[in-house]
């Protein structure tokens, strides 16, 4: 079982790539129960291959989640997973000081 340490840096290393970066952010843009991969592909102009590497990339260090639903698969974002990075993130900051 990875520590937090290494989940937030597996989390971050998916993060890395602009590319990922861009299909989170139209993920987190989508509709609540999902976001279909055509939409994606279509809004990002990616090639499929390319795509479906980076969602599994975003999908295995937990912060998206697939659901199959008939043809399509729709992808939305795993909230907790994005709370819990971006708390760990500011957990330490400014210990007894009032900086942010």
């Not at 790539?17 to 990616?46: C, F, H, N, P």
């Amino acid at each position: 079982m990875p520590t937090k340490l290494e989940r937030h840096a597996e989390q971050l290393a998916a993060l890395g790539s602009a590319v990922r970066l861009s299909i989170l952010r139209r993920i987190v843009q989508g509709a609540e129960d999902g976001t279909a991969v055509g939409e994606l592909q279509a809004k990002l102009d990616i090639p499929w291959s390319t795509l479906s590497h980076h969602l599994e990339r975003l999908a295995s260090s937990g912060l998206i989640k697939a659901r199959p639903a008939g043809k399509f698969i729709f992808y939305r974002a795993e909230y907790s997973a994005l709370r819990s990075l971006t708390d760990y993130l500011w957990e330490d900051c400014c210990k007894g000081g009032s900086c942010c």
